[in-house]
């Protein structure tokens, strides 16, 4: 079949074809774990004809005409070790890259799916059903959102990392094995690493000894899924096919307020202080949004501004203020400042 009448078979079968309900579980069921620790998840979009390969070529290639920072392509190959900047992008034919996807030893991600009606329109139904399963409204505490398809070859592994937003991960087609750790277990993810990925080093979070052992780890195929919480450490091995999972990814008022407060604690880390974690102390939590408030410079209208947007102007108040109090700037081992395309958050 020609590429463009494959792609129009299969949108005729999606037409309309949204299952009814599409998570299997009852009101108010994750509202206990959401956005604490992970947890399985079951669902109905298990092979469904909207990611089907020719219909995803599609959607790449009209993403890709849109911006292109919405498709990224990358080797397939990479250790749970890596750095996100070690793994090289692919030159690949998209179209090519996506359809033969068993055999390129790539890593497909395609972002802001939902500027495709049909794509939205599920976004749409899970963030509802969401809703009522977490008792959370999270049209309303939302701040940021976006859906991601992520396409992988047999073998393709995704390194160990963190992420600022929450996700629910879908599996597709194929299968995998994703682990992921408590995002409050600090001998797994240490303080001083979740300041520096808020202070713009994505792959600040690393892998260690204790990591494998501490991990809930999610076998996936068609029709599981997982939700992973902000700044739960995770890691991924794809299985013997190739692998197709849908996430939806979004950040919240909650995770936004507590990542200023880390930006805050990095910079008086790297004035030698030992900043208290959010959450210990209401006053000092308070201190730091306002300090953060003041040096913000008005709303943040993307994730990309929303986490770094405060940072530079942080680190020259923060030289101020270690002038003042008689302190020194510890030499900086930060990886300056991050593109929006950069650390593509692969799952
Ligand atoms: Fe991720």
Redesign the pocket.
């Known amino acids: 079949m020609e590429r463009g009448s494959a792609a129009k078979a299969a949108r005729e079968r999606t037409a309309g074809s949204m299952p009814s309900k599409i998570f299997n579980h009852k009101k108010d069921e994750f509202a206990d774990k959401f956005n604490v620790l992970p947890f399985a998840v079951s669902h109905n979009l298990g092979e469904h004809p909207l990611f089907e390969l020719p219909r995803l070529a599609e959607l790449a290639t009209t993403l890709w005409e849109m911006a292109a920072g919405k498709v990224v392509v990358q080797e397939g190959s990479a250790d749970f070790g890596n750095r996100w900047d070690e793994i090289p992008n692919k030159a690949l034919s998209l179209i090519k890259g996506i359809r033969e996807i068993e055999q390129t030893d790539a890593w497909v991600l395609l972002k802001s799916i939902q500027e495709d009606p049909e794509y939205r329109e599920c976004i749409d139904q899970c963030l509802t059903e969401l809703s009522e399963l977490t008792s959370v409204d999270l049209k309303k505490e939302i701040t940021w959102m976006d859906g991601y398809i992520f396409i992988a070859s047999p073998g393709a592994v995704?390194p160990h990392?963190?992420?600022h937003?929450s996700?629910f991960l879908l599996q597709i087609h194929g299968d995998k094995s994703i682990n992921v750790c408590d995002p409050y277990d600090r001998s797994v993810l240490f303080e001083d690493e979740i300041e520096n990925y808020y202070a713009g080093d994505l792959s600040a979070a690393k892998f260690k000894p204790a990591s494998q052992e501490k991990a809930y780890v999610f076998p996936m195929e068609p029709g599981k899924g997982v939700h992973?919480p902000s700044k739960g450490p995770?890691w991924v091995r794809n299985g013997g096919h190739y692998s197709v999972s849908f996430s939806i990814n979004f950040c919240m008022r909650q995770t936004d307020v507590r990542s200023r407060i880390y930006q805050c604690n990095h910079y008086l880390r790297k004035l030698s202080f030992e900043p208290t974690p959010p959450g210990q102390s209401s006053m000092k939590d308070l201190l730091k949004l306002m300090a953060t408030s003041r040096l913000s410079g008005g709303r943040a209208s993307n994730k990309f501004e929303l986490l770094r947007k405060n940072l530079k102007r942080l680190d020259r108040a923060s030289r101020v203020f270690g002038k003042v109090v008689g302190r020194r700037v510890a030499p900086s081992t930060d990886k300056g400042a991050v593109s929006e395309n950069e650390g593509a958050?692969?799952?």
């Open positions: 995704t990392h963190i992420d937003e996700n992973i995770h958050g692969r799952s």
